[in-house]
Protein backbone atom coordinates (compact mmCIF):
# COMPACT_ATOMS: atom_id res chain seq x y z
CA UNK A 1 0.00 0.00 0.00
CA UNK A 2 1.27 3.56 -0.28
CA UNK A 3 -0.71 6.47 1.28
CA UNK A 4 -0.89 9.94 -0.76
CA UNK A 5 -1.30 12.94 0.70
CA UNK A 6 -1.86 16.52 -1.60
CA UNK A 7 -0.80 19.72 0.00
CA UNK A 8 -0.93 23.04 -1.69
CA UNK A 9 -3.96 24.32 -3.50
CA UNK A 10 -6.11 27.61 -2.95
CA UNK A 11 -6.92 30.28 -4.56
CA UNK A 12 -4.91 32.75 -6.98
CA UNK A 13 -5.41 35.37 -9.87
CA UNK A 14 -5.12 34.57 -13.32
CA UNK A 15 -1.05 34.90 -13.67
CA UNK A 16 -0.36 33.32 -10.47
CA UNK A 17 1.49 30.11 -9.01
CA UNK A 18 1.39 27.60 -7.12
CA UNK A 19 3.09 24.75 -6.04
CA UNK A 20 1.68 21.46 -5.28
CA UNK A 21 3.17 18.56 -3.02
CA UNK A 22 2.19 14.83 -2.52
CA UNK A 23 3.69 13.31 0.37
CA UNK A 24 3.58 9.40 0.35
CA UNK A 25 3.98 6.94 2.66
CA UNK A 26 4.53 2.87 2.84
CA UNK A 27 6.05 0.94 0.05
CA UNK A 28 9.33 1.87 -1.42
CA UNK A 29 8.79 5.16 -3.25
CA UNK A 30 11.66 5.22 -5.44
CA UNK A 31 9.62 2.38 -7.08
CA UNK A 32 6.59 4.59 -8.47
CA UNK A 33 6.77 6.76 -11.24
CA UNK A 34 4.11 9.52 -10.16
CA UNK A 35 1.36 11.59 -11.85
CA UNK A 36 -0.64 14.64 -11.35
CA UNK A 37 -3.99 14.37 -12.48
CA UNK A 38 -6.85 17.08 -12.34
CA UNK A 39 -10.57 16.90 -12.18
CA UNK A 40 -12.82 20.17 -12.85
CA UNK A 41 -16.84 20.24 -12.01
CA UNK A 42 -18.59 18.24 -14.51
CA UNK A 43 -15.39 16.95 -16.42
CA UNK A 44 -13.77 13.54 -16.13
CA UNK A 45 -10.59 12.78 -14.70
CA UNK A 46 -7.37 14.49 -17.08
CA UNK A 47 -4.06 13.66 -16.55
CA UNK A 48 -1.24 16.77 -15.60
CA UNK A 49 2.07 15.62 -15.61
CA UNK A 50 4.11 11.98 -14.73
CA UNK A 51 7.27 11.68 -13.89
CA UNK A 52 9.39 8.21 -13.88
CA UNK A 53 10.84 7.27 -10.60
CA UNK A 54 14.28 8.33 -11.41
CA UNK A 55 13.07 11.92 -12.32
CA UNK A 56 14.78 11.51 -15.41
CA UNK A 57 11.79 10.93 -17.32
CA UNK A 58 8.57 13.69 -17.62
CA UNK A 59 5.80 14.13 -19.86
CA UNK A 60 3.02 16.76 -19.80
CA UNK A 61 -0.29 17.65 -21.04
CA UNK A 62 -0.33 19.73 -24.11
CA UNK A 63 -2.62 22.37 -21.88
CA UNK A 64 0.38 22.90 -19.52
CA UNK A 65 3.30 22.15 -21.22
CA UNK A 66 5.93 25.39 -20.64
CA UNK A 67 4.10 26.21 -17.53
CA UNK A 68 3.99 23.34 -15.33
CA UNK A 69 6.76 21.72 -14.16
CA UNK A 70 6.44 17.99 -12.17
CA UNK A 71 10.01 17.54 -10.03
CA UNK A 72 10.34 15.00 -7.18
CA UNK A 73 12.53 14.30 -3.83
CA UNK A 74 12.90 10.28 -3.61
CA UNK A 75 14.79 11.53 -0.25
CA UNK A 76 11.54 12.99 0.66
CA UNK A 77 8.75 11.06 -0.34
CA UNK A 78 7.35 13.84 -2.09
CA UNK A 79 6.54 14.75 -5.70
CA UNK A 80 5.77 18.44 -6.73
CA UNK A 81 3.69 20.02 -9.65
CA UNK A 82 5.23 23.76 -9.92
CA UNK A 83 2.56 25.47 -11.79
CA UNK A 84 3.21 29.04 -13.49
CA UNK A 85 1.02 30.95 -15.57
CA UNK A 86 -2.67 29.92 -13.96
CA UNK A 87 -5.46 30.65 -15.66
CA UNK A 88 -9.16 30.25 -14.51
CA UNK A 89 -9.23 26.68 -16.66
CA UNK A 90 -6.97 25.15 -14.71
CA UNK A 91 -9.16 25.02 -11.57
CA UNK A 92 -9.94 21.55 -10.33
CA UNK A 93 -8.90 19.60 -8.26
CA UNK A 94 -5.57 18.00 -8.56
CA UNK A 95 -5.32 14.65 -7.88
CA UNK A 96 -1.51 12.62 -7.08
CA UNK A 97 -1.08 9.02 -8.35
CA UNK A 98 1.56 6.19 -8.02
CA UNK A 99 1.90 3.91 -10.76
CA UNK A 100 4.38 0.80 -9.52
CA UNK A 101 7.29 0.93 -12.19
CA UNK A 102 10.32 -0.22 -10.66
CA UNK A 103 11.75 -0.39 -14.60
CA UNK A 104 11.92 3.36 -14.21
CA UNK A 105 10.09 3.01 -17.63
CA UNK A 106 8.46 6.21 -19.39
CA UNK A 107 5.66 7.50 -17.42
CA UNK A 108 1.96 7.07 -18.40
CA UNK A 109 -0.93 9.39 -19.22
CA UNK A 110 -3.30 6.60 -18.57
CA UNK A 111 -5.28 6.97 -15.55
CA UNK A 112 -6.02 3.35 -15.13
CA UNK A 113 -2.05 2.65 -14.99
CA UNK A 114 -1.72 4.19 -11.70
CA UNK A 115 -2.81 2.08 -8.78
CA UNK A 116 -3.10 4.29 -5.69
CA UNK A 117 -4.33 7.71 -5.36
CA UNK A 118 -4.68 10.87 -3.01
CA UNK A 119 -7.54 12.34 -1.77
CA UNK A 120 -7.23 15.28 -3.92
CA UNK A 121 -6.59 19.56 -3.65
CA UNK A 122 -8.78 22.25 -4.87
CA UNK A 123 -6.73 24.97 -6.86
CA UNK A 124 -9.10 28.09 -8.16
CA UNK A 125 -7.64 30.61 -10.20
CA UNK A 126 -9.69 33.67 -10.47
CA UNK A 127 -10.16 35.69 -14.09
Known amino acids: QVQLVESGGGLVQAGGSLRLSCAASGRTFSSYAMGWFRQAPGKEREFVAA????????YYADSVKGRFTISRDNAKNTVYLQMNSLKPEDTAVYYC????????????????????WGQGTQVTVSS
Open 51 to 58: ISWSGGST
Open 97 to 116: AADYAPDDRAPSEGIYEYDY
